[in-house]
T-cell receptor, first 112, second 111 residues
Framework: DADVTQTPRNRITKTGKRIMLECSQT?????MYWYRQDPGLGLRLIYY???????NKGEISDGYSVSRQAQAKFSLSLESAIPNQTALYFC???????????FGQGTRLTVV | RKEVEQDPGPFNVPEGATVAFNCTYS??????FFWYRQDCRKEPKLLMS???SGNEDGRFTAQLNRASQYISLLIRDSKLSDSATYLC????????????FGQGTELSVKP
């Protein structure tokens, strides 16, 4: 089983719908991140959390919200999906700022 | 200005070539530095950390220049399997160590 699991792996949704992307990890890490990837733009940080009670906005948080339900779980919600949120979304975890980050396999989201 | 900038490429090189990628970062409070590899829209995976003294792992050499705020990755004797996107990553000490990615440099190694 993967150390970082994202569900769903692929999703097509309609404009205006609410959708939740889920991430769970078995690494025991406190730090968790949500990124989106668009062609030519690399990975851009949406939200990050350094422990269960800590939530921080990244560079592109508008239109998104997150919930850190437990150390192992970090969910990303699109309250009202719009087509320009079509992207590849990655969840990641790390132990501290000086060590490797581990990624989930990604969620390919299409908003039509 | 982006916090981490890379030449997006693509770099098209023949097998056996040596290729170098550069990355610049704007925040002097950057703490740690990494190169990640990403294959065809799969998840990024750590290639190597970058240390102040420079470090080598087989055909890969990473260098850090804090004064000029850039990081480099050198790949010697390129293989077909090196074809991928290479992502430069920094952590920001003054922001709790959050991870910031460059946009990636695409490498294509041809026979």
């Amino acid at each position: 089983d993967a150390d970082v699991t994202q569900t769903p792996r692929n999703r097509i949704t309609k404009t205006g719908k609410r959708i939740m992307l889920e991430c769970s990890q078995t690494k025991g890490h406190d730090r968790m991140y949500w990124y989106r990837q668009d062609p030519g733009l690399g990975l851009r940080l949406i939200y990050y959390s350094f422990d269960v009670k800590d939530i921080n906005k990244g560079e592109i948080s508008d239109g998104y919200s997150v919930s850190r339900q437990a150390q192992a779980k970090f969910s990303l919600s699109l309250e009202s999906a719009i087509p320009n949120q079509t992207a590849l979304y990655f969840c990641a975890t790390s132990n501290n700022m000086n060590t490797e980050a581990f990624f989930g396999q990604g969620t390919r989201l299409t908003v039509v | 200005r982006k916090e981490v900038e890379q030449d997006p490429g693509p770099f098209n090189v023949p097998e056996g070539a040596t290729v170098a990628f550069n990355c610049t970062y704007s925040n002097s409070a950057s703490q740690s530095f990494f190169w990640y590899r990403q294959d065809c829209r799969k998840e990024p995976k750590l290639l190597m950390s970058v240390y102040s003294s420079g470090n080598e792992d087989g055909r890969f050499t990473a260098q850090l220049n804090r004064a000029s705020q850039y990081i480099s990755l050198l790949i010697r004797d390129s293989k077909l399997s090196d074809s991928a996107t290479y992502l430069c990553v920094v952590t920001l000490y003054n922001q709790g160590g959050k991870l910031i990615f460059g946009q990636g440099t695409e490498l294509s190694v041809k026979p």
